[in-house]
């Protein structure tokens, strides 16, 4: 069975540009999770996504965002990036995020580069 | 104070030494918490789950303090390849700690 699968593996981008990073889930997961992790710093919750509908949202400007498509897949956004911005992106799904006990399991991570 | 928080370390070990890192919780509403284990450049990978008061796998043991809102794991007999950045976390908001490195060296 598939894991979670991202891509791309890698994507570099000029400041001021947008960067669009997809994350497929486990086969049946409906919970879809989206982290940034910059150099040396812990996991940054960015989104949550289940069923199709934005359910939560970590302390990030509003030029990240995403959605969720009818297949579960879902994509990350981020507009008018920064430097800043350059970091492991990672996507994590679980089987249905409302039960808060379903284990989460992760993608490889898109690396986005930002010059 | 922040939701998750771990010592970061490293914690620097032989192989063989026993070594445990502790994780402690703000939200008192979480239910189970998880730890996961990330090598360098990788993606987090689940190691264990704890939903009750612990869990035992091999040669790891993960415990829950729910009085003193805090997890433990204890890693036994270490190994060259346990070294990697473990994360401790709730299951209510998948938040993570920023994780504990270990070294494990012959």
């Known amino acids: 069975e598939a894991g979670v699968t991202q891509s791309p593996t890698h994507l570099i981008k000029t400041r001021g540009q947008q960067a669009t990073l997809r994350c497929s889930p486990i086969?049946?997961?409906?919970?879809v999770y989206w982290y940034q992790q910059a150099l040396g710093l812990g996991l940054q919750f960015l989104l949550w996504?289940?069923?199709?509908?934005?359910?939560n949202r970590g302390n990030f400007p509003p030029r990240f965002s995403g959605r969720q498509f009818p297949n579960y897949s879902s994509e990350l956004n981020v507009n008018a990036l920064e430097l800043e911005d350059s970091a492991l992106y990672l996507c994590?799904?679980?089987?249905?995020?409302?039960?808060?006990?379903?284990?989460?399991?992760f993608g490889q991570g898109t690396r986005l580069t930002v010059v | 104070r922040k939701e998750v928080e771990q010592d970061p370390g490293p914690f620097n070990v032989p192989e063989g030494a026993t070594v445990a890192f502790n994780c402690t919780y703000s939200?008192?509403?979480?239910?189970?918490f998880f730890w996961y284990r990330q090598d360098c450049r990788k993606e987090p990978k689940l190691l264990m789950s704890?939903?009750?008061s612990g869990n035992e796998d091999g040669r790891f043991t993960a415990q829950l303090n729910r009085a003193s809102q805090y997890i433990s794991l204890l890693i036994r007999d270490s190994k060259l390849s346990d070294s990697a950045t473990y994360l401790c976390g709730g299951y209510s908001t998948l938040t993570f700690g920023k994780g504990t490195m270990l070294l494990v060296s012959p």
């Open positions: 704890v939903y009750s």
């Open positions: 939200n008192s509403a979480s239910q189970s």
């Open positions: 086969s049946g997961h409906t919970s």
């Open positions: 996504y289940d069923e199709g509908e934005e359910r």
């Open positions: 994590a799904s679980s089987l249905d995020g409302a039960q808060w006990v379903t284990e989460a399991f």
